[in-house]
């Protein structure tokens, strides 16, 4: 099973980035995927993620700013960062739960890409 991250960069506060996770080895279309980051000093936090049959959820730091969406043809999910803020800076991890819990536990995660946001 590999979760492949990408996307990650340097970018100026108000600016816009999108991360990709290209997702081998499991069903991609029978499991919920999810977007988590970790800053410096923190512990790793839920940012978005999705469930099979399509439903959505995100943090409230980054309602209205973030969107996770997916290709299956593709099989990559992507997080759609707008409005970034210097607090949005944080190492970006993508993850795969395979059962598809209500309550999403990751099996699975990418190797991680880091988002800059400078003021």
């Known amino acids: 099973v590999q979760l492949q991250a990408s996307g990650g960069g340097l970018v100026q506060a108000g600016g816009s980035l999108r991360l990709s996770c290209v997702i081998s080895?499991?069903?991609?279309?029978?499991?919920?995927m999810g977007w988590y980051r970790q800053a410096p000093g923190k512990q790793r936090e839920f940012v978005a993620r999705f469930r099979t049959g399509g439903k959505t959820y995100y943090a409230d730091a980054v309602k209205g700013r973030f969107t996770i969406s997916r290709d299956n043809a593709k099989t990559t999910v992507y997080l759609q960062m707008d409005s970034l803020k210097p607090e949005d800076t944080a190492v970006y991890y993508c993850a795969a739960d395979i059962q598809n819990r209500l309550s999403f536990i990751a099996d699975y995660w990418g190797q991680g890409t880091q988002v800059t946001v400078s003021s």
């Open positions: 080895g499991i069903d991609f279309n029978r499991n919920a």
